[in-house]
């Protein structure tokens, strides 16, 4: 296929051509390195059963099914779950797994010769006696056709029925169907046979002009193709029954499946390849092999899942997996280990789009051809250097590409620099470089780090223990000009360089900060120093840009990165979910996206402006520390072995929601069985939660954004983390809810959840509640019931104490009195006939008379006291005053007494009122008795919640102290005890005596 497009026919045209092609296959022969697709292995050490793989299937939750010889392996994304005879798969070779398309979640499998459906955790083998089974398929209506040694066999609502047609009465191959409801048959009596189920009518496509060769694949694509990969490098496209186009490819074509960008992918024993169906015809199929960074070239099953990844399943080294990632690799010759220790920057790009890679084995450049692919040549440098040449670093500016080198001919190492003018080839080969004459200063001892070329043409480098150094390359260096260490600028290691469109240079350290000079002000110097105390992460830079609104963004050793906006300094790290605080390098695509190369791989900004960075793990990996863009729209970045291409124009985000899933809950350290309302106990309160999300685009970045209804109403932020652990969880309903974030921002549309219930304790449900309030109300009733049926029976009791004193005991003492009086008149009468005798029985009459009366006075004082109608402060004033009446007022003694109103309607407690009464009455007696007093003051006030009383005179008095003790001063204190109050004594001679009670009232 010609590389050149030919306008005349003419002979100098047909040489050059000639010579075009002569020199590519020279450069593709000698020098070009293989294309490395980023493929992710799966094997055995990951968890998958068997790495000889038969068949890959994805089922409609999105979980992956691969059928090896050793069993089943399911994978999500993160564990593989593997399934053998020894959990119920009647076989441990798997040729075919698919999905019920009626019944959703339940798998049919071909274990052997055996057929076996797979439903909630269980294998069911269907019998298929005298038969074996070779493929099984199920149509759209449901049905599964199974292809023996003896003819078909269907499976329909579990009724199994023979189908055995005169064409089909043979053994039965491969089954498919496509959209225009014809099933097709491998006979292996009558080769391809076609059934159409609406008219039940045969067809045979003869495919024997193909020879002998091996029918091992075939579908039918929704375009109303059926497709056949075979043996003998054919593939074989039908339409309707008569119309078969063949192509005979150089690679394997055994295995054959489809994507949904119309790319026709065939896999066999060497390697895989890919062609658009639409270009089957003509088209170039392009190859790819271990050298392409398959893991290897025999391939048993090939699959397309709905994010358009391709599934490769290999023979001896398992699963591997090629991503919708439009990236592609390179292996280059080593940098220099001399130049990879001080980490400069040794790839670039010119304004072509060509890359330009600096290695120990020369300079490689990489560029696209007319025909969009990448070619690879290697400028070899002059043989006489070769041997003791050591690349230092690259820049390209203006068409001028710089190297830096260390010459150690000599014996001992001298630093160069060389410029080259860049002039593409007109015909789209690699570049042609003419050395152009500079006059470079002389650094030696120190060397060079980091140059850049301003617009002026100057250039400026960053000198190891000298400082930043600008010079004219056309002039002599008396030109040059060094700012050092007494402008401020550090000279320990100035990594990196770079010029803002205002014209200041910025020099980044490794070890003592950032510093801007402003080259248009060379007799003030004038330099800025930025350090951790100005706002930086870090004392360490590594990479330096100007982003397109004009923020100067550094990338730190261990810091992240800082954005300089004037004299503000904002920082993005780890802390902020940055991949990785180590930013070696940084470029900008077309779109304003910040890509940042690290020690952990390439990361990239989620949106232009957002600096929410992301990874992906096509770019993950090796520390990257030159990177950059094309002017056709690729990222590139070179680790230590790797170039990587990347073509974000035309890689689209994926749209796919993941799907969530809750995959298991422990409940205080133990498995619990997943139910639509489980129920845990009081004690259960310790809950785990584990999910996952399934997007195979780059499983690694999926994140997941959960909630706890009740606890929390907003979702938490994305984490990495699969597992969430809620410890101490409260009595109550709780729903949990999960949703998944794959790498391209799209989450998913229905989260997953989980219900569950923490049941209170017995004393904290309702109905123990309700019990025990109804306990506590029934108690509390019973209580008062109780109690007030007590007080009317003690008040039934006083008023019959009452009564009775008065009725019986009280008749009986009046009756003796009476009677005590008759007795002494009658005992006068005889006073003269019995003088000694009457004398003695009148005075013995007199004193039981007396006594009498005074028994009568104290019972009735006592039936007054217990009778519960006299309980009002009324009744005892009303009490008082009668005494009063009855002891001072017969003795002719003056007396008032002043009783506060407020107290009227005050009830006293029974042993309240009858202790205040006694010594009120104890008090009068002894002023009647002892006082000689001519009046007689009772007060009884209310000041405040107290009760004072008080009685006093005006007789003799005496010193308490010279009293007598008796009984009724001690009973008046003992009953001032009683009342929880004081009874206070006041006299002096000749002074009167006062009685003062203080009480709280009830």
């Given at each position: 296929m010609p590389l050149v497009r030919v306008r005349i026919f003419t002979l100098f045209k047909i040489l050059q051509l000639a010579r075009i092609i002569l020199l590519l296959l020279c450069v593709t022969h000698s020098s070009l390195r293989a294309q490395i697709l980023p493929f992710h292995s799966y094997t055995v050490k990951d968890g998958l059963i068997s790495n000889n793989i038969n068949t890959i299937y994805q089922d409609s939750r999105g979980y992956m099914w691969f059928g090896t010889t050793d069993g089943i392996s399911v994978f999500d994304g993160h564990t593989f779950t593997n399934y053998s005879t020894h959990d119920g798969l009647p076989h441990n070779f798997v040729k075919d797994i698919f999905e019920d398309c009626i019944s959703p979640g339940?798998?049919?499998?071909?274990?052997?010769?055996?057929?076996?459906?797979?439903?909630?955790?269980?294998?069911?083998?269907?019998?298929?006696?005298?038969?074996?089974?070779?493929?099984?398929?199920?149509?759209?209506?449901?049905?599964?056709?199974?292809?023996?040694?003896?003819?078909?066999?269907?499976?329909?609502?579990?009724?199994?029925?023979?189908?055995?047609?005169?064409?089909?009465?043979?053994?039965i191959g491969l089954?498919?169907?496509?959209?225009?409801?014809?099933?097709?048959?491998?006979?292996?009596?009558?080769?391809?046979?076609?059934?159409?189920?609406?008219?039940?009518?045969?067809?045979?496509?003869?495919?024997?002009?193909?020879?002998?060769?091996?029918?091992?694949?075939?579908?039918?694509?929704?375009?109303?193709?059926?497709?056949?990969?075979?043996?003998?490098?054919?593939?074989?496209?039908?339409?309707?029954?008569?119309?078969?186009?063949?192509?005979?490819?150089r690679g394997s074509t055994s295995w054959l499946t489809h994507d949904g960008k119309g790319i026709l992918w065939l896999g066999g024993y060497e390697g895989i390849g890919s062609i658009p169906k639409d270009q089957f015809e003509t088209g170039q199929c392009i190859t790819y092999t271990t050298e392409n960074g398959l893991p290897e070239n025999t391939v048993r099953s090939l699959y397309v899942d709905r994010e358009q990844n391709l599934w490769v399943g290999g023979r001896d080294k398992g699963i591997a997996k090629l991503s919708t990632v439009r990236t592609l690799g390179f292996e280059i010759g080593m940098p220099s280990e001399y130049g990879l220790a001080h980490d400069l920057p040794y790839a670039a790009s010119d304004s072509n789009g060509h890359i330009w890679v600096l290695t120990e084995k020369g300079l490689q450049e990489f560029w696209r051809d007319f025909y969009g692919r990448w070619q690879q040549f290697t400028h070899i440098p002059d043989q006489k250097i070769k041997k003791n040449w050591i690349p230092w670093s690259l820049y390209i500016s203006h068409s001028k590409l710089w190297i830096a080198r260390v010459d150690s001919n000599t014996g001992t190492s001298q630093y160069h620099q060389e410029c080259y003018t860049i002039t593409p080839d007109p015909d789209g080969s690699h570049s042609h470089l003419t050395a152009k004459k500079i006059i470079s200063p002389k650094f030696s001892p120190s060397y060079a780090l980091s140059l850049i070329v301003d617009q002026d043409g100057t250039v400026w480098q960053s000198v190891a223990l000298t400082g930043i150094v600008c010079w004219d390359p056309l002039q002599e260096s008396g030109s040059m000009r060094i700012f050092g260490e007494n402008d401020g600028v550090p000279i320990n290691y100035v990594r990196t360089l770079c010029q803002d469109h205002l014209g200041n240079v910025w020099g980044g350290s490794l070890q003592d900060g950032l510093v801007r000079v402003s080259p248009h002000d060379t007799s003030a110097r004038r330099v800025k120093r930025y350090t951790p105390a100005d706002g930086l992460p870090d004392w360490g830079m590594w990479s330096i840009m100007e982003d397109r609104v004009g923020d100067i963004l550094v990338g730190t050793s261990h810091g992240g990165l800082a954005i300089i906006h004037g004299d503000s300094i904002r920082t993005i790290s780890a802390k902020e979910g940055l991949p990785s605080n180590t930013i070696y390098c940084m470029t900008e695509d077309s779109y304003g996206r910040l890509w940042l190369g690290t020690q952990i791989g390439m990361i990239y900004e989620d949106s232009p402006g957002s600096k929410r960075f992301l990874k992906n793990e096509a770019f993950m990996g090796s520390g990257v520390h030159s990177c950059g863009t094309t002017k056709d729209g690729f990222v590139w970045f070179v680790t230590p072995t790797d170039l990587w291409l990347y073509d974000y124009i035309h890689d689209t985000k994926d749209t796919t929601p993941p799907p969530a899933y809750i995959t298991g809950i422990k409940v205080n350290g133990n498995l619990q069985a997943q139910q639509s309302d489980l129920r845990l106990s009081h004690e259960e309160s310790n809950c785990q939660i584990d999910f996952i999300g399934i997007s195979f685009r780059d499983e690694r970045a999926i994140r997941y954004q959960y909630r706890l209804l009740d606890i929390e109403k907003r979702w938490q932020p994305p984490t990495s983390q699969n597992s969430v652990t809620y410890a101490s969880l409260l009595p109550g309903s709780y729903r949990f809810e999960v949703k998944a974030i794959n790498v391209d921002g799209v989450s998913s549309v229905q989260p997953a959840s989980l219900s569950f219930t923490i049941t209170p304790p017995f004393w904290q449900r309702w109905w123990f509640i309700a019990m025990a309030l109804l306990v506590t109300v029934g108690t509390t009733a019973l209580i008062v019931r109780v109690r007030v049926r007590r007080l009317l029976e003690i008040e039934r009791i006083r008023s019959r104490i009452a009564t009775d004193l008065h009725d019986d005991i009280g008749a009986s003492l009046t009756w003796i009195s009476l009677t005590s009086s008759i007795a002494k008149q009658e005992v006068g009468k005889l006073h003269h006939d019995t003088h000694g005798d009457s004398e003695m029985l009148s005075t013995f009459l007199e004193e039981i008379g007396a006594n009498a009366r005074e028994l009568i006075d104290s019972m009735s004082d006592i039936v007054w006291s217990v009778d519960p109608k006299k309980d009002s402060f009324d009744d005892l004033s009303l009490r008082m005053k009668n005494y009063i009446s009855k002891t001072v007022g017969v003795k002719g003694i003056e007396y008032d007494i002043d009783i506060d109103p407020e107290l009227s309607q005050l009830r006293l407690p029974l042993e309240t009122r009858r202790n205040l009464y006694l010594i009120f009455k104890e008090g009068l007696n002894n002023i009647v008795r002892h006082s000689e007093a001519t009046h007689v003051a009772i007060s009884l006030r209310r000041l405040n919640s107290m009760l004072m009383m008080s009685v006093e005179d005006n007789g003799k008095g005496f010193k308490p102290e010279d009293s007598r003790p008796g009984n009724g001063l001690k009973n008046m204190q003992m009953r001032g005890v009683s009342l929880k109050g004081v009874v206070q004594l006041l006299s002096a001679p000749g002074a009167g005596t006062r009685i003062l009670v203080k009480m709280k009232l009830p």
């Amino acid at each position: 296929m010609p590389l050149v497009r030919v306008r005349i026919f003419t002979l100098f045209k047909i040489l050059q051509l000639a010579r075009i092609i002569l020199l590519l296959l020279c450069v593709t022969h000698s020098s070009l390195r293989a294309q490395i697709l980023p493929f992710h292995s799966y094997t055995v050490k990951d968890g998958l059963i068997s790495n000889n793989i038969n068949t890959i299937y994805q089922d409609s939750r999105g979980y992956m099914w691969f059928g090896t010889t050793d069993g089943i392996s399911v994978f999500d994304g993160h564990t593989f779950t593997n399934y053998s005879t020894h959990d119920g798969l009647p076989h441990n070779f798997v040729k075919d797994i698919f999905e019920d398309c009626i019944s959703p979640g339940e798998m049919w499998i071909l274990a052997g010769d055996h057929v076996c459906r797979f439903a909630t955790g269980n294998f069911f083998t269907y019998p298929l006696q005298d038969s074996l089974v070779g493929s099984i398929y199920q149509d759209r209506e449901g049905v599964v056709w199974c292809g023996t040694n003896h003819g078909l066999i269907k499976i329909k609502d579990n009724k199994i029925t023979s189908f055995r047609p005169p064409l089909l009465d043979g053994g039965i191959g491969l089954i498919a169907e496509v959209n225009d409801s014809l099933l097709w048959f491998a006979s292996q009596g009558h080769g391809l046979v076609s059934y159409s189920q609406t008219t039940q009518t045969f067809s045979i496509v003869d495919i024997s002009r193909y020879g002998q060769a091996t029918l091992w694949s075939m579908f039918g694509d929704h375009d109303g193709n059926l497709w056949l990969g075979m043996s003998d490098h054919y593939v074989l496209r039908i339409r309707g029954r008569d119309s078969v186009m063949s192509r005979k490819f150089r690679g394997s074509t055994s295995w054959l499946t489809h994507d949904g960008k119309g790319i026709l992918w065939l896999g066999g024993y060497e390697g895989i390849g890919s062609i658009p169906k639409d270009q089957f015809e003509t088209g170039q199929c392009i190859t790819y092999t271990t050298e392409n960074g398959l893991p290897e070239n025999t391939v048993r099953s090939l699959y397309v899942d709905r994010e358009q990844n391709l599934w490769v399943g290999g023979r001896d080294k398992g699963i591997a997996k090629l991503s919708t990632v439009r990236t592609l690799g390179f292996e280059i010759g080593m940098p220099s280990e001399y130049g990879l220790a001080h980490d400069l920057p040794y790839a670039a790009s010119d304004s072509n789009g060509h890359i330009w890679v600096l290695t120990e084995k020369g300079l490689q450049e990489f560029w696209r051809d007319f025909y969009g692919r990448w070619q690879q040549f290697t400028h070899i440098p002059d043989q006489k250097i070769k041997k003791n040449w050591i690349p230092w670093s690259l820049y390209i500016s203006h068409s001028k590409l710089w190297i830096a080198r260390v010459d150690s001919n000599t014996g001992t190492s001298q630093y160069h620099q060389e410029c080259y003018t860049i002039t593409p080839d007109p015909d789209g080969s690699h570049s042609h470089l003419t050395a152009k004459k500079i006059i470079s200063p002389k650094f030696s001892p120190s060397y060079a780090l980091s140059l850049i070329v301003d617009q002026d043409g100057t250039v400026w480098q960053s000198v190891a223990l000298t400082g930043i150094v600008c010079w004219d390359p056309l002039q002599e260096s008396g030109s040059m000009r060094i700012f050092g260490e007494n402008d401020g600028v550090p000279i320990n290691y100035v990594r990196t360089l770079c010029q803002d469109h205002l014209g200041n240079v910025w020099g980044g350290s490794l070890q003592d900060g950032l510093v801007r000079v402003s080259p248009h002000d060379t007799s003030a110097r004038r330099v800025k120093r930025y350090t951790p105390a100005d706002g930086l992460p870090d004392w360490g830079m590594w990479s330096i840009m100007e982003d397109r609104v004009g923020d100067i963004l550094v990338g730190t050793s261990h810091g992240g990165l800082a954005i300089i906006h004037g004299d503000s300094i904002r920082t993005i790290s780890a802390k902020e979910g940055l991949p990785s605080n180590t930013i070696y390098c940084m470029t900008e695509d077309s779109y304003g996206r910040l890509w940042l190369g690290t020690q952990i791989g390439m990361i990239y900004e989620d949106s232009p402006g957002s600096k929410r960075f992301l990874k992906n793990e096509a770019f993950m990996g090796s520390g990257v520390h030159s990177c950059g863009t094309t002017k056709d729209g690729f990222v590139w970045f070179v680790t230590p072995t790797d170039l990587w291409l990347y073509d974000y124009i035309h890689d689209t985000k994926d749209t796919t929601p993941p799907p969530a899933y809750i995959t298991g809950i422990k409940v205080n350290g133990n498995l619990q069985a997943q139910q639509s309302d489980l129920r845990l106990s009081h004690e259960e309160s310790n809950c785990q939660i584990d999910f996952i999300g399934i997007s195979f685009r780059d499983e690694r970045a999926i994140r997941y954004q959960y909630r706890l209804l009740d606890i929390e109403k907003r979702w938490q932020p994305p984490t990495s983390q699969n597992s969430v652990t809620y410890a101490s969880l409260l009595p109550g309903s709780y729903r949990f809810e999960v949703k998944a974030i794959n790498v391209d921002g799209v989450s998913s549309v229905q989260p997953a959840s989980l219900s569950f219930t923490i049941t209170p304790p017995f004393w904290q449900r309702w109905w123990f509640i309700a019990m025990a309030l109804l306990v506590t109300v029934g108690t509390t009733a019973l209580i008062v019931r109780v109690r007030v049926r007590r007080l009317l029976e003690i008040e039934r009791i006083r008023s019959r104490i009452a009564t009775d004193l008065h009725d019986d005991i009280g008749a009986s003492l009046t009756w003796i009195s009476l009677t005590s009086s008759i007795a002494k008149q009658e005992v006068g009468k005889l006073h003269h006939d019995t003088h000694g005798d009457s004398e003695m029985l009148s005075t013995f009459l007199e004193e039981i008379g007396a006594n009498a009366r005074e028994l009568i006075d104290s019972m009735s004082d006592i039936v007054w006291s217990v009778d519960p109608k006299k309980d009002s402060f009324d009744d005892l004033s009303l009490r008082m005053k009668n005494y009063i009446s009855k002891t001072v007022g017969v003795k002719g003694i003056e007396y008032d007494i002043d009783i506060d109103p407020e107290l009227s309607q005050l009830r006293l407690p029974l042993e309240t009122r009858r202790n205040l009464y006694l010594i009120f009455k104890e008090g009068l007696n002894n002023i009647v008795r002892h006082s000689e007093a001519t009046h007689v003051a009772i007060s009884l006030r209310r000041l405040n919640s107290m009760l004072m009383m008080s009685v006093e005179d005006n007789g003799k008095g005496f010193k308490p102290e010279d009293s007598r003790p008796g009984n009724g001063l001690k009973n008046m204190q003992m009953r001032g005890v009683s009342l929880k109050g004081v009874v206070q004594l006041l006299s002096a001679p000749g002074a009167g005596t006062r009685i003062l009670v203080k009480m709280k009232l009830p």
